[in-house]
Structure formats: C-alpha cells, structure tokens
C-alpha cells in the first residue's frame, strides 16, 4: 500500500529548467502563491513524451488564462531539454519551464521514481496556492495522458477551493450542477 500525498506540502527543491530559450533557477518557492501542475516524463528524446508535452503546449494559454504555470520534469538536464526544444518541432512550441531532475530528487520527493531505470513514471500533480498536492495521477510508461483531462481537474479543484462544502460529481464541467453532502443525498445518488 502507497502512502497518499494528496493535501501534503511540497517538499523543497532547487533545480535549473530551460524556458523561453535560457536556464532559469525553479524551487518549491516558485509553486506558491499560485495553481500549479507538475508533469513527470521519463525521457526527452523517446516516443510518448513529446505526443504529452505538445498536447500540454496546446493547453497551456487555456491553463495560464485559468492563473495556472506548468513545469514539466524528467531526469534529463536542462541542457538536454534546450537540446530537444531546439530539434524538435513538437518541444519546440513549449512555454512552460522544462525542469531538469538528474539527481531524481524531485521525482523522489513525488513518489515517481524508477529507481532501476533512473527515470520518472508519467505523473501528474495539480498543486493549490498553498502548496499543497490536490491531484496524483500515475500512469505506465506506455500510456499517455491528456492534456484537455487535466484542464478539468484543475477547473474542479480550483472551483471546490473556491466553493467551501460543494463538491464535483465525476465529469463536472464549469457551469454544471455540484454537490453539497449532506445526510439528505445519502442513498439518494
């Protein structure tokens, strides 16, 4: 059984990201303050990853209207995401900052890490203001994510920080009905 992180803190961190063509400092510090979504991948220059990172970067403006930054991770180094940012047409259109995880702290820190492989699992983290993990997705290596998915998480979890005693019934989208839990709803659903 795997310990849950979801409403635990990020735990601190310093790396270096490529991001709109320089290497900028990323530490946990950066997470606060506003929503946040951190995407694992195992490795730049493979297969699946580059279809996930061009689907986040044609959610990303949607993701950024919502007051939200993505920082996508892998154990590569930061001199590699420039390397694949500048050779692939598809990492290419990226705007988010691409963080470098080669000692595997952070995949560490998220419960990621393939420690024989010394890569990442692809997983996914929306993180509120306040730092704390409110969506953990994991998935095999061979399955990939989406991106449009993702932006309903976040859009449920922004809307219940927002809305004390209402939650999202499973495929809410903005604009329809929620739930107040109350003893009237038990058995009625």
Excluded at 27 to 40: N, T
Excluded at 143 to 165: F, M, N, P, T
Aim: hydrophobic letters at 40%; charged letters at 20%; aromatic letters at 10%.
């Amino acid at each position: 059984m795997f310990p849950t992180i979801i409403n635990t803190k990020v735990q601190p961190f310093k790396a270096t990201a490529y991001h709109n063509g320089g290497f900028i400092d990323v530490s946990d510090a950066d997470l606060l303050g506003k929503w946040s979504v951190v995407v694992f991948y195992p490795a730049d220059f493979t297969f699946v990853c580059p279809t996930e990172l061009g689907d986040m970067a044609d959610h990303y403006a949607q993701l950024q209207e919502m007051g939200v930054e993505v920082y996508s991770v892998s154990t590569d180094t930061h001199f590699t995401h420039k390397a694949w940012h500048d050779t692939s047409d598809t990492i290419g259109k990226i705007q988010y900052p691409m963080i470098g995880d080669p000692t595997g702290r952070i995949s560490r820190n998220f419960g990621v890490m393939i420690e024989e492989d010394g890569l990442a699992l692809r997983g996914t983290f929306v993180i509120n203001p306040e730092g704390e993990i409110k969506v953990a997705e994991l998935h095999d290596l061979g399955i990939g994510r989406s991106a449009k998915e993702l932006v309903r998480k976040v859009q449920a979890a922004q809307y219940v920080a927002e809305h004390d005693g209402e939650v999202c019934p499973a495929a809410w989208q903005p604009g329809e009905a929620t739930l107040s839990p109350s003893l009237d709803l038990v058995g009625k659903i």
